[in-house]
């Protein structure tokens, strides 16, 4: 179905490669040329050529080399020196070609060649004013002479200011430039009539930016908004008047870039009427090329400007053409009931009508003027709403279009059977109808839209006889029953139709979705009946055999996906989670010998049964008694799409339900191999890797590559550069470094691909590549990746060589063999890491749920695997305290917020809660560095106080707080608020459960510890004031409630792990993710930044003394009372590490019922025989099954090895 | 239930249901960008009724003279919008665009030598194998240049095969 580009492709459009610029200048014009080239032109380009040649092929040494010997020719010449500093940046000597390219632009060069070559070099190091700065002193340079260069070189001038963002300078330029084409005209590459868009456009972006301004409180950019105070209805009507001009100038428009730029105008104006017209006239017809695409456009405005009845007409037109035309049905049933749009919002006061939007996708812009504006609605009358007659009228309308398709399906070349496996079904050369399944849903859709109607009236009916405290009639629940009653028929119908394509189920999900529990269940019965008279048809077919078979089976497929998303069965028992995934997992057997010979790059006919097993076993996992309980129903689970993924390895449903298994039993190298296995990359880095990959890489220490995990997974695609083996942190470094530089080189390209779109005159990619530019670089995933890379440095930052001795040296003694992650690094190493990573995120910046985009695609995750509060590093924790609070569930998908397409951006307040908590989550993160690095004492480089920075957090905190105190399920973790501290780490002490919260109220006692601590040293290491009682007392208290705390978090930990692994020694000593990842977290970030925190006390205090005793002075008994916390802290903090070290031993030894710890291998055959004993399916327990768990328990083992090692070395670092 | 229209950049968030099956190839962000801003029209996103991705094409027109002709870059379908024929009616219209509003010659589109399904498919639509392209997927494996005649090419001269391979480098555009 698909094809890879041409390699070349590749190369051209890797964005800032060389040969996208050679093809670009290849396609000008020679004459354009001007030179300052030597007399022999044929010899110069016999010298220049090979260099071209060389950079083409990435060979930059040779490129080089090359340059080298012809620069002794060619001594001065500008475009040698240029292709130089081209090759020194690909080989990564930035700074040389920098430098290069500076002595050339000193000379003000002028020839385009060199400009362009020399605009890569400054266009990668980010220096876009020196590009602009350059064009303008070529410009400038030629004005006089004029021509064509003259106008090459503005052309380039406007570029530049398209790269910077900077509007008012571009139609400064544009209006220029379309005054200069209409002089040379004939000679210009670019028309006059395009320069005059460009001013148009640039109007437009201010304007946009003025609205966006306007909306957010947030000031724009430099260059965005015009100097002069001009509104952005000035705006609109300045650009309207030009684009009126310039059409009748040219007696027609451009193309359809300009008539949709146009008509969005006129939308944003509430011009409706006028964009009809302009649509309807001889401007349209010129610009639309495609009737169809004409008659579509007409109808949309019609309805916006409030003709419905002249809307519908010419949408059924259109559909008559095309009656799987989803858009036009779904605008057809809003026109001809408008009470039952989607769009349909209700005045709050009586007497304001109801108001509804008619929206189609053609009229929406992405990065449009009218998509910054509040909608414009069209008021509905009462007899509008879903009268009888309406609703009859539509059923006839769709009805004819269903008679319709069928004729034309029964026509000629018939239907290919439904089931069949190749896409191609269908003979003759030529083309088969295409299935056309909108009339018949837009029945299903009319049936819901009268149901939800009768609902709503029924409502409102309820109130009013409520009010009245009068008797009501009680007619409508009647109703109600029969329009319910309608939805079913009409789904059962539809199904009965489509019930062997793939898509039915998907095709009716949001409207099942929504039906109430009764009938939820009589759909579900209905659907059974379905199907099994499906499968007798099917058996009695007889030995016609393999199709009927596949369509019967599909059938069933259809029906239990619809089932899960309804949300049945509902499961209460374990047992019986485990009874359902059998039965789905045997009926998936049945699928394999129908597909025979399936290339298994394919999806399988019966592929979506191993993720409704892997549900049920998962709600099983969801209803288990204790934590510890779960792991086996998730080993099963585990199993069973191992098994499935054997045969069709690249199913990704399967393969995300692996990843997430794997996050969540502490195997998260295992869980990387399974997202690569997918082949995710470039923007997938932000709309899943943050999710399914930073999750378990940020929870776990790792070590290793992705094949050590999954041996039948091929390693992750390798980086340009070449990864450094042996980096025990390299899938994070990996993940994290990817996912920055997606953002980073979309940031250096937008620009870019914007004047490519100028060039083209595609005006609405300008709109909406200027948005799609805005929208990455206010990416959640970038937020979370540039405050993760910071911690990373900070937290998990081996061993850097220098710095103080001290650490290093205890944590070798601790047996930190493998020279990496479970080594304490210095304080002087984290001081600088923390300085560096906090000087990279501008406490002024700090993440916010309005400022951020949400890019993530939440409807990859299952129902079992709720997007969490929490930030990708304690999302595992946070899902294991979800399911103690029996929040998980592995039915109902098609009911969970997050199924929906884009939902992470949906307006829900689900969604608007969670984008709050992943803000509110990330800031926190994002304000760690400061803390850390204020901590040890560091200040200036855009190091935040720490006071202040502590306020912060807390302030975060409270906002937290303030949320969870209406959520009944935290009230607990409250009861005790009466720290002074307030309610950001209050009750640590005395806490009962450690969850993400938690650990963020660790952080909070931790740092405020350290301010106190800080508060008593003075600034800086040198200070000779005497400490005050006060402070010390102050630190003193504060230690004392950070030893407390964190002992009480271990010590709960701890107990949980040792009730886990007593009940885990049934099952080989598979333990649960949530206690370990407890641990995991407290090691790797709290104990490993407090202990360097604690050294860095301890050895400013030491000078003191020292300075103290050499002047002959006492330690003042203050400072006396602190050296001796900070001791005693070290210490207890020191036997906290060594209390996870033991607790996580002995869970491992104690899970093994002689007290040694079994080997993977024998810990795995005993959790498949205990599987069996369970009476879990064949899948779950069969070869590929059991080798899957033997590398997840191998895995589980490494990543407990590694926390210990960390405590190891944490403990060893505080001790003397 | 299909809306067809044209592709946009908030696709790319959204698309997952359709690029995560391994046979479709997902581009960085400068590829995606370049077909939009130069061939928008070429560029075409088929929508389900829940918003969600069923499939789309990306192509373009290039070429000099007789060769002038379409281009099809990708063309795809989700793993649960097959069977419906999605692929036949988006590569319809692209010939449509190709035919009507660039006045091409041909439509041509490249494929990998094993992917039989494609291949099969394609020469139901009316595609014929006009030449091999040795090496053309990063050297590892043979396509074929497979092309389908346009009105405008009255004696279908754009469509006798090539019986000569021809490299990756021989190929007149990029």
Redo the contacts between chains.
Sequence with gaps: MQQMPKPISQIIFSGISVHLETWVVQRLPRQRRMSRRPKDPDAFERKVRPIYDALDSRNWKGALKLCQQALQKYSDNELIKVLKAIGLERSGKREEANQVVDEVIALNPIDEQVLRLAAIVLRASGRLSDITQMYENAATAMAPRGGELALVLQHEVFGAHVREQNFVKQQQVALRLSKAAASVAGHAAISSERYGWWVVISILLQARATLRMTATGVPAPAGQVPSVAMGPEKLLALAEGMMARQAAKDGRLEGYDALMVYVDVLLAQGKASDALSLVSGPLGASALRLPAERLQLRAVLSALSGDLPAASELLREGLRLNPDDWGALQLLLDCMLPGTAASVTRGSAPSCPPTFRPQHPLVLISGGLAEQLPPRGLAVTPDEACGTAAVIEAQAVLQELVDLVDLKEQSPSSRGTPGDVGPGAGGGNGYKAMTMRGPDLALVDLAMRRHRAAAAAAAAAATATDSNSSNGSGGGSGDIGDTEAAVIDAVLSYYRKYGSLVSCAVDLRTYVSQLGAGAASRLAEALETEADKATALASAAGESGGAAALTSLRRRVCAAQIRDDLGLPRLERCGEGVELSKELLDLYGTAQPLQAGLDERERGAADELPALAGAALMTAAGLATSDAAAVPYMLAAYGAFADAVRVRPFGAGMRISLAALAALLAAPVAAAAHMYKLDIKHIQLDTLGAQMLLTPLLAWPHAGTVSMADAESSPPPSSPNGDAQGNSQQLLHRALRDTNALFADHACDAGESIFTAYGHGMYTKVLEFTAFRERLAAAHTLAVVRAESGLADCFRSSSSGGGGGNSSSSANAAGADSGGAEAIPAVDAVRSASVAAAGKLNPDNLPTASSLRFNWDLSIRPSWLPPGEAGPSAAVLEWWRSRAAGEICGQGYGRCWWAATGSAEAPSSAAAEWRTCQASAAAHRWLLPHCIAGALGASGGGVLNLREALERLKGLMDEQLVKSSNDASTAGSEADGDSREGGATAGLASCTKIDAEALRRLDVTLYGAALAVRDCLGSGSASAAAVGGAEADAACRALGELVAAVRRLVSLAADELAAAAREAAAWGGVLPGGPLAAVSLLVQEHLSVAAPCIQSWQSVLKAVRKRRAKSGNQMEGAAQHLIDAVTKTAEQLAAAAQDCVDALTAATGAAAAGGEPLPAAAAAAQAVRFLKAQGHAAASVSESAASALEALVQEQRITVGLVMKRAAAVAAALLP | ?????RF???D???Y??V?????????????Y??Y???W??YCLMA????????GYILGKAEGDGDLWHGH??????A???????????LM?ILE??SE??HDCFFVD????KS?A??I??YR???YIIYRTVVG????DED?YDMRKALPRDVDKRSTIPLKRPIK?EE?EW?
Excluded: H, W
């Design positions: 239930m299909t809306t067809l229209r946009t950049c908030n790319l968030f959204t997952n249901n690029n995560l099956d391994i046979l479709t190839e997902t581009y960085n962000l400068p590829f960008l370049t939009l801003a130069k928008p029209e929508e389900g009724p829940g918003k969600q991705a069923m099809v870059t990708a063309v795809t379908v793993p649960d919008f097959r069977r419906q024929s999605l692929a036949q009616k319809q449509e665009i009507k509003v589109l490249f494929v990998r992917n399904v494609a099969n498919m139901k639509f009316g053309y997927y990063s050297g396509a990756p190929l990029e």
